[in-house]
């Protein structure tokens, strides 16, 4: 049975435009189906947000031959300071303890979308845009996905179905996956902080009993702030004035980088966990966003969601015949242990770090005190939080 291509991707933000540049030098026929256009994108305040970037993201880039353009907007974060606000447990992580460049990077979302598409537009691949999901319906010969483009709906026909379309995912929706939710009762607070250190190698993840403060280095003198507590607390601190809420940070965060300042507005969303226990189904298989979003305490979501874009494309050219069943096992045997390592270590991180139990104090200053003095532990650590936790994906693009 022929079909109009291999493989459907709907959604071309990050992890799927990814996907499409990793799938472009194969000879999978591959269409990416993409509602936004990159105009609105770039104007959409969601652009703005900091990505961090692991190190084993760089790899993949590498591979997709876009880093060069991706470091030309990135900040490099040499060192990784853990520390618990009252308490004596740190842990201090460094590029050269692991023998690399940088333990990872800090890129707008922005600046990571527009190069991937600006690289789209150079393969050979079909980038329908804007266009969005209407229905699929999936059969034994295929799956027939139809589409609304331009304003027309068109059915197109593919062996594959791809949703890469984020966490209020169509496909995912229509496909009637199980998905597993969390409400942590939190929001995190965003923005750029002004500070006086000029110090900008260093990432901070400060853990306070109101909740954890991640501090990535910026351009311009500034760093991006992640703040997450109560949702309660965060409809108060967002109203503060800009020096109100600078004093408050500052006496949570500390003197690390000198004296904070708000630059600009703040923003808040509320954070959640949610995922589906089950990424695959008869010829459709969820990846990024769309099968597991995670609080952004270590800032993993994206790195985790590129791993699954790599290794589905590096699972799809391996396979010299498109055995579609075959494809989808062994994605979900390469995949399942990291995500689920990935799911488990966030989720207990901000459990255990956003309380006042005594006991639980103890525990989790006594455990970044041996962390940091382990060096066995520390090296394992530090695999995990630069992306090297689990075999990186081979990918032949040129």
């Keep these: 049975m022929s079909h109009d291509y291999d493989v459907i991707i709907i959604g071309g933000g990050m992890v799927g435009g990814c996907l499409g540049l990793a799938l472009s030098q194969s000879r999978l026929r591959v269409a990416i189906v993409e509602a936004c256009e990159f105009s609105a994108k770039q104007s959409d305040s969601a652009g703005k947000r900091a990505i961090a970037l692991s190190w084993g993201s760089r790899c993949i880039f590498e591979q997709l031959d876009i880093w060069r353009q991706v470091n030309d907007a990135a900040m490099s974060i040499e060192y990784i300071h853990v520390s618990d606000k009252g308490h004596f447990g740190k842990t201090r992580l460094s590029a050269v303890s692991q023998n690399v460049e940088a333990l990872g990077y800090v890129v707008e979302a922005a600046q990571i979308e527009a190069v991937v598409i600006e690289s789209l537009t150079n393969k050979a691949i079909d980038y329908l845009c804007p266009a969005s999901l209407v229905d699929y319906v999936v059969h034994q010969g295929g799956a027939d996905v139809t589409i609304n483009l331009d ?16 966490g209020m995912s169509k496909v995912r929706e229509k496909g009637c996956f199980e998905l597993k939710e969390y409400a942590y009762n939190q929001q995190a607070i965003t923005g750029l902080i002004k500070v006086e250190s000029d110090d900008y190698s260093v990432a901070y993840e400060r853990f306070t009993s109101e909740g954890p403060i991640a501090m990535l280095p910026h351009f311009d003198g500034l760093y991006s702030l992640v703040w997450t507590m109560s949702t309660a607390l965060a409809e108060q601190v967002i109203k503060l004035s800009n020096d109100g809420f600078s004093q408050r940070l500052q006496s949570r965060f500390g003197q690390w980088l000198g004296e904070l300042s708000l630059s600009g507005e703040c923003q808040a969303f509320p954070l959640n966990l949610s995922y589906t226990p089950n990424n695959t189904a008869d010829r459709v298989v969820l990846i990024g966003n769309a099968a597991h979003q995670l609080h952004p305490v270590a800032g993993q979501s994206f790195n985790l969601g ?4 790599a290794i589905l494309a590096d699972t799809l050219m391996s396979h010299e015949s498109f055995n579609v069943e075959h494809i989808l096992d062994t994605y979900v045997q390469r995949r399942k242990t990291d995500q689920m390592l990935i799911i488990g270590f966030t989720d207990n991180v901000i459990k255990l770090f ?3 139990n005594a006991l639980l104090s103890v525990l989790r200053n006594s455990g970044l005190l041996m962390l940091d003095k382990a060096p066995v532990l520390k090296n394992q650590f530090a695999r995990q939080t630069m992306g090297l936790g689990s075999r990186l994906a081979r990918l032949n693009v040129v």
């Design 151 to 166: 304003g027309q709906e068109k059915t197109l026909s593919c062996q594959l179905l791809v949703a890469a379309d984020g």
């Design 306 to 309: 590129l791993r699954d874009a």
């Design 354 to 356: 956003s309380t006042n």
